[in-house]
């Protein structure tokens, strides 16, 4: 997620959504994946995308605090 973090601060969104997804799927337990996907994601206004990986995200942890938040701006923002 270094990777993507670094290219999202330098504009790179395309970039850094394909690093974030690559860090996701190689590790799926990593909640700190789906929270920097899901940034990411809200950054380039993509919200149905980051819905299904906030929602997958709170499918292993289902009281994070910052996954709910991701998926309530997700909802917000498809207007649901």
């Given at each position: 997620?270094?990777?993507?973090?670094?290219?999202?601060?330098l504009?790179?969104?395309?970039?850094?959504?394909a690093a974030?997804?690559?860090?996701?799927e190689?590790?799926p337990r990593?909640i700190?994946g789906?929270?920097?996907?899901?940034?990411?994601?809200?950054?380039?206004?993509?919200?149905?995308?980051?819905?299904?990986?906030a929602?997958?995200?709170?499918?292993i942890a289902?009281?994070?605090?910052?996954?709910?938040?991701?998926?309530?701006e997700?909802?917000?923002?498809?207007?649901?």
């Open positions: 997620t270094m990777l993507g973090q670094i290219l999202r601060t504009g790179r969104y395309d970039e850094a959504l974030f997804r690559q860090a996701n190689c590790n990593d700190e789906y929270i920097s996907y899901a940034r990411g994601l809200r950054m380039t206004q993509n919200a149905q995308t980051m819905l299904a990986v929602t997958a995200g709170l499918e289902p009281d994070h605090p910052t996954l709910q938040l991701l998926a309530s997700a909802y917000f923002a498809l207007g649901q």
